[in-house]
């Protein structure tokens, strides 16, 4: 069992950059891999973007592509997103989670997920 603990999230302004951060409880993290996802009052949960286990690929929802990047740190155990030129419309709870399979890309299916960080971006 991996724990995913998010962190980093708050009120920003339009324009502003934030970047959250994903922190995993396994040093088995380092062979998953990870996704951020975000789901925003009243809509569904939907896909932001993914980072293999080594973080040589990656893979974005193609709208947010140019303004976000995930990375991750396999010595810290952590996943990043590094959020630029925030609109009002990417206010939502930012989730984290982990494909359990052994060095696989794509995900597939996310097998544990953190509990989500808020982000507000205000106008």
């Known amino acids: 069992q991996v724990q995913l603990v998010e962190s980093g999230g708050g009120l920003v302004q339009a324009g502003d950059s934030l970047r959250v951060s994903c922190a995993a409880s396994?040093?088995?993290?380092?062979?998953?891999?990870m996704g951020w996802f975000r789901q925003a009052p009243g809509k569904e949960r939907e896909f932001v973007a993914a980072i293999s286990w080594n973080g040589l690929n990656t893979h974005y929802a193609q709208s947010l592509e140019g303004r976000f990047g995930i990375s991750r740190d396999n010595d810290k155990n952590t996943v990043y997103l590094q959020m630029n030129t925030l609109k009002p419309e990417d206010t939502a709870v930012y989730y984290c989670?982990?494909?359990?399979?052994?060095?696989?890309?794509?995900?597939?299916?996310?097998?544990?997920w953190g509990q989500g960080t808020q982000v507000t971006v205000s106008s």
């Open positions: 989670a982990a494909d359990r399979r052994f060095r696989s890309w794509p995900p597939l299916h996310y097998d544990y």
């Open positions: 396994a040093r088995t993290f380092s062979n998953y891999a």
